[in-house]
């Protein structure tokens, strides 16, 4: 299978209501779209790296470059299979949501090369829906959560995320608890708001009877997470310590985790996501799929990474209108009166861009022709880009 065409275009859309978390508010939802062509189909990724580096070190900005520059210049254009673009890329260190956005993309490509829903491809179950929750950020007061969840509980969503920090945790979600009730599946998210010295505290969390707490300490730490699950009840999810497989077998290893969220941009990509899902399967560790607030199309490629049968908790793959008045895929993805989302039966992700829509969003596009072979140090330090603003 032959590429022509890596084509990296930025959007800029509005989200329906702010979404805040414990390092910031979003209003807009700004990301690198990734189209690949060749053999007269396209395949579609979206990197879910952010404005600046809060969440991750990677931004808006470093994926550019690091596309630019050193990835789209590696990947050749005879194509056996996906698995050739994470060894072509394998040399290059971090950079995974970039590096995930072009890999995904060519696995959606690769799909409809060979007419079979990724899932399929990706080794997923015969499903015709996966379940799904909801992330809520942080309101205004506790009143107001009350509200927000309970309407989205109505809705049908299965399980409630509530993000957390420190003054916004305890309070709220005993408000929380007592509105809902006992059956309700809550959990929190702390994005790497407090540290061990807040272990008082956080055995404070124990008595409501949440899913699990998500990345309490450090962004990078497993070691603490280890001494804090001994103190505890509640289970600890890691996320943003979460890389490789080989993360999760030291994290479990430890005791440091008892449940994986699994984010493909954060991990780089499928390869990496297919291991950690088979590892995760095989120790029989929860595991859910997380999000970023994606557009259309990185949302249908959560839903098909989401039929791999180790995926044993609802993510975060809400509905398209849970964050937008109007998605960037002609056929949005829409909650189910079970609290599901439909996997879409077409050949790759199986959702069609909405180019138009596309188009007025866009911010930036930039066309790569794709080599035979990838450009050498030399040939890469020699070519020349003009520097641009992706601050509208």
Known sequence: MHLEQIIMQFVSLPLKTPFETSFG???????????????????????????EPLYSEETHASAYYALRDHIIPRIRS????????FNQLKSLRGNRMAKAAVE???????????????????????????????SIGIQPDGRQLCQVAESFW??????????????????????????????????????SAYTFLDVDHLKAFDPLELMMIEQPLAYDDIIEHGKLAHEI????????SIHTADDVAKAWEIGALGVVNLKIGRVGGYASSLAIEEFSRNHRIPLWCGGMLETGIGRAHNVHLTTLPGFTLPGDTSASSRYFDHDIITEPFVLNADGTLSVPKGPGIGVAPDRKRIRDLLVYEEVFAVSPQPLTNSERRERRFPEIDLGR
Do not use: F
Request: charged residues 30%; glycine residues 10%.
């Open 154 to 191: 109505r809705e049908g969503y299965r399980r409630l995320k509530v993000k957390i920090r420190p003054g916004w945790d305890l309070e709220p979600l005993t408000l929380l608890r007592r509105h809902l009730g006992a059956k309700v599946p809550i959990m929190a998210d702390a994005n």
């Open 233 to 240: 009840t509640t289970p600890i999810c890691l996320d943003e």
């Open 104 to 134: 995904t993309a060519v696995w959606d490509w690769y799909a409809k090369c060979l007419s079979r829903p990724l899932c399929q491809v990706l080794g997923g179950r015969a499903v015709a829906s996966i379940p799904v929750g909801v």
């Open 78 to 85: 005879d194509i056996g299979h996906p698995y050739d673009i």
């Open 25 to 51: 508010r979003e209003e807009t939802k700004r990301a690198w779209l990734i189209t690949v062509r060749g053999e007269g189909l396209e395949g579609y990724g979206e990197c879910v790296s952010s404005d």
